[in-house]
Antibody
Framework: EVQLVESGGGLVQPGRSLRLSCVASGFTFDDYAMHWVRQAPGKGLEWVSG????????AYADSVKGRFTISRDNAKNSLYLQMNSLRREDTALYYC???????????????WGQGTLVTVSS | SSELTQDPAVSVALGQTVRITCQGHTLRTYYATWYQQKPRQAPVLVIYGKNNRPSGIPDRFSGSSSGNTASLTITGAQAEDEADYYCNSRDSSGNPPLYVFGTGTKVTVL
């Protein structure tokens, strides 16, 4: 079964850091680019970051650039999102998503995890 | 960054046809991708590229595009199609690329 399972969410104070993880199974992880997408409570989807199959290309939304870092470990079938200098507006459900392609091109995500909730509050 | 605008909500009678639109400058260059999201569930890919459906997506879902507007059409809407629908596209021709989601449309099946 093709599956993505996120973890690492929780309650964190503004200005602190958090690292999200996503473990993939059921497909050849290092054949595909990956993305993080978030959804604030009651709001729409927001693309956060993407990474190519070999980590050679990474991209970030303006809202997180300079604070968040995406990475992957193909040997562990894992995707990560290091989130620093967190703000209240980063509060959201964070989804890990698999791209159809190996590079960051069309950005089509065919497989999504169930998400991990990040709450930034004092 | 670019924006993709969708109508907040539309309704359709059971078995009838509904068209959901997505407008944005970037759609003149890049295809829209469409996702369906039901309450408390992860998004599901329904249409990508010119008009491609992933395995398992019913053929009542179809996509089209003209100028700066992309459309998702549900022909013969079913009760299970009631959901939020989001368009998505590449934001720019820059490298690395950025991506943007539409504002979302809530579809109610009457």
């Amino acid at each position: 079964e093709v599956q993505l399972v996120e973890s690492g969410g929780g309650l964190v104070q503004p200005g602190r850091s958090l690292r999200l993880s996503c473990v993939a199974s059921g497909f050849t992880f290092d054949d595909y680019a990956m993305h993080w997408v978030r959804q604030a409570p009651g709001k729409g989807l927001e693309w956060v970051s993407g990474i190519s199959w070999d980590s050679g290309s990474t991209a970030y939304a303006d809202s997180v650039k300079g604070r968040f870092t995406i990475s992957r470990d193909n040997a562990k079938n894992s995707l990560y999102l290091q989130m620093n200098s967190l703000r209240r507006e980063d509060t959201a459900l964070y989804y890990c998503a698999k791209d159809l392609e190996w590079e960051l091109l069309g950005g089509v995500s065919d497989i999504w995890g169930q998400g991990t909730l990040v709450t930034v509050s004092s | 960054s670019s924006e993709l605008t969708q109508d907040p909500a539309v309704s359709v009678a059971l078995g009838q046809t509904v068209r959901i639109t997505c407008q944005g400058h970037t759609l003149r260059t890049y295809y829209a991708t469409w996702y369906q999201q039901k309450p408390r569930q992860a998004p599901v890919l329904v249409i990508y590229g010119k008009n491609n459906r992933p395995s398992g997506i019913p053929d009542r879902f179809s996509g089209s595009s003209s100028g700066n507007t992309a459309s998702l059409t549900i022909t013969g809407a079913q009760a299970e199609d009631e959901a939020d629908y989001y368009c998505n596209s590449r934001d720019s021709s820059g490298n690395p690329p950025l991506y943007v989601f539409g504002t979302g449309t809530k579809v109610t099946v009457l």
